[in-house]
Nanobody, 117 residues
Framework: QVQLVESGGGLVPAGGSLRLSCVAS????????MGWFRQAPGKQRELVATIDNAGRANERPSMKDRFAISRDSGKDIVYLQMNGLTVEDTGVYYCNYRTYKPIIDYWGQGTPVTVSS
């Protein structure tokens, strides 16, 4: 089992910034992918960005100019820097940890982000 602890969410005015963090612990593997997904009220969960243990990032094109994913080298800690937040960014942000052999997805509890107009 892999445990994920997220932090950094909260209430922010439009145009503001937040930095989310996620720490993985437990039965982590050297080959993995960590990332962030979000779920807005009444909508399906969607990919924000992922980054693998080699530092290869995959970011949603529509967010790429405002959001940036990173991780501590050699550690299972991932960050999401969010700038220029809009009301449409409101939702619950979930940390994801994926192993590849076998493919298993682990999820954090989610950290809420609320952007006020």
């Amino acid at each position: 089992q892999v445990q994920l602890v997220e932090s950094g969410g909260g209430l922010v005015p439009a145009g503001g910034s937040l930095r989310l963090s996620c720490v993985a612990s437990g039965s982590t593997l050297s080959t993995n992918r960590m990332g962030w997904f979000r779920q807005a009220p009444g909508k399906q969960r969607e990919l924000v960005a992922t980054i693998d243990n080699a530092g290869r990032a995959n970011e949603r094109p529509s967010m790429k100019d405002r959001f940036a994913i990173s991780r501590d080298s050699g550690k299972d800690i991932v960050y999401l820097q969010m700038n220029g937040l809009t009301v449409e960014d409101t939702g619950v942000y979930y940390c994801n940890y994926r192993t590849y052999k076998p493919i298993i997805d682990y999820w954090g509890q989610g950290t809420p982000v609320t952007v006020s107009s």
